[in-house]
């Protein structure tokens, strides 16, 4: 009977010889077969082609894009042809009476004459002086007009007292049972 020794090397020794002839039975049913690599190969060229098309068709609508913007602003680049006087002067001519710049004066219009338009103001406080303010309604809402507030500047913010109502809520009526 060999001895744990005789044992221990023995089986290294068996170890040593069907470790390499395991790994090379495993690696032959590991790879795949031939109909899968084929197979492989052609999903793999299917997608560079899809990709491939995918890539021109960005290229070609980015180009479309382009000359589309070109187009564009030389569009706005070009002005419009300038129109003859004549054709103006016959347009403005159906219209109506022109004035003295050649705009048309549109039938119904009032013509602004100069003693409508007001010279500047000089002195604007005489003209406030001048104002009669003791002739004002009490039929004026006051709401709707503007309000005169005259602060003082010898007020400080601790004399300035505000109106607010200091009543306190009373529940006692209620039963907080």
Do not use: H, Y
Not at 15 to 21: G, N, S, Y
Request: aromatic letters at 6%.
């Amino acid at each position: 009977m060999p001895t744990i020794k005789e044992w221990i090397v023995i089986v290294v020794l068996v170890a040593l010889i069907l470790i390499p002839i395991c790994w090379k039975f495993w690696k032959g049913w590991d790879r795949p077969s031939l109909a899968s690599l084929k197979e492989m190969k052609r999903r793999i060229r299917e997608r560079d082609m899809r990709e491939a098309f995918i890539k021109e068709d960005a290229k070609l609508r980015e180009q479309e894009r382009l000359e589309a913007e070109r187009e564009l602003s030389l569009r706005k680049a070009q002005a419009p042809q300038p129109v003859e006087k004549a054709v103006l002067t016959s347009a403005f001519g159906n219209l109506g009476v022109t004035d003295s710049t050649g705009t048309a004066i549109l039938e119904g219009s009032t013509p602004q004459s100069d003693q409508q338009i007001a010279p500047p103001i000089e002195n604007v406080g005489s003209l406030v002086d001048s104002l009669d303010v003791e002739n004002i309604s009490d039929d004026i809402i006051p709401e709707a007009a503007p309000v005169a507030v005259q602060l003082r500047a010898d007020a400080g913010a601790d004399d300035i007292k505000w109106d607010a109502s200091q009543e306190e809520d009373d529940w006692t009526e209620i039963e907080w049972s």
